[in-house]
């Protein structure tokens, strides 16, 4: 089948920077888009970047500027990089990827990883 593994959160005071990565393995014939979440406590799942199979980006108001999201196809993974923390972006960031399975079943399915925590503080 298909694993996402998350790595690359962390504790880090506001202003500092972490960069997540998630990779893909498994039986996949295409990744469609690659999408980061986040969930603080208390609070629903947001989502925070998303990039297309094309490259084409989209960032929540809270996040523009500060955070960027890139792929790799070739190693199927996608990254967060996350710069100028504030204590509101503390929370479990999980990354999301659609992918499309190889013949004979091509079908699309969205899976998640396990989650990191990032946290943000003193």
């Known amino acids: 089948q298909v694993q996402l593994v998350e790595s690359g959160g962390g504790l880090v005071q506001p202003g500092g920077s972490l960069r997540l990565s998630c990779a893909a393995s498994g039986r996949i014939f295409r990744i469609n888009a690659m999408t980061w979440y986040r969930q603080a406590p208390g609070k629903q799942r947001e989502l925070v970047a998303s990039?297309?199979?094309?490259?084409?980006?989209n960032y929540a108001d809270s996040v523009k500027g500060r955070f960027t999201i890139s792929r790799d196809n070739a190693e199927k993974t996608v990254y967060l990089q996350m710069n100028n923390l504030k204590p509101e972006d503390t929370a479990v960031y999980y990354c999301?990827?659609?992918?499309?399975?190889?013949?004979?079943?091509?079908?699309?399915?969205?899976?998640w990883g396990q989650g990191t925590q990032v946290t943000v503080g003193q």
């Open positions: 990039i297309t199979s094309g490259g084409n980006t």
């Open positions: 999301n990827v659609n992918i499309q399975m190889p013949l004979p079943s091509l079908r699309i399915n969205d899976y």
